[in-house]
Nanobody
Framework: QVLLVESGGGLVQAGGSLRLSCSAS????????MAWFRRAPGKEREFVAA????????YYARSVTDRFVIAGDGAETTVYLRMNSLKPEDTAVYYC???????????????WGQGTQVSVSS
């Protein structure tokens, strides 16, 4: 079992920045992937970004490309999401996920965190 714990959410004004962190503990393995999804009020959970330790590649949703940066640490237990130029439409609960491969589909991920709230005021 893998436990994922998110941190770093909060309230920020439009144009501001936040950094989310997600730490994994338990039976983690090398060469896997972690990702961020988000669910805005009244909407379904959607893919934001993913990082793969197996090939060090990053993947982004079009809505966050050029504004968000995902990175993984050398210990392969923590993934970060740096969010710049935040917009009110970025307001959502952000969830961390872990799986064997980086993918846009929620079904590809085996473990999920509890989520952290990000609110962007206009």
């Amino acid at each position: 079992q893998v436990l994922l714990v998110e941190s770093g959410g909060g309230l920020v004004q439009a144009g501001g920045s936040l950094r989310l962190s997600c730490s994994a503990s338990g039976r983690t393995s090398r060469n896997y992937a972690m990702a961020w999804f988000r669910r805005a009020p009244g909407k379904e959970r959607e893919f934001v970004a993913a990082y793969s330790w197996s090939d060090n590649n990053q993947y982004y949703a079009r809505s966050v490309t050029d504004r968000f940066v995902i990175a993984g640490d050398g210990a392969e237990t923590t993934v970060y999401l740096r969010m710049n130029s935040l917009k009110p439409e970025d307001t959502a609960v952000y969830y961390c996920a872990a799986g064997w491969e980086a993918a846009l589909e929620r079904s590809k991920y085996l473990y999920w965190g509890q989520g952290t709230q990000v609110s962007v005021s206009s």
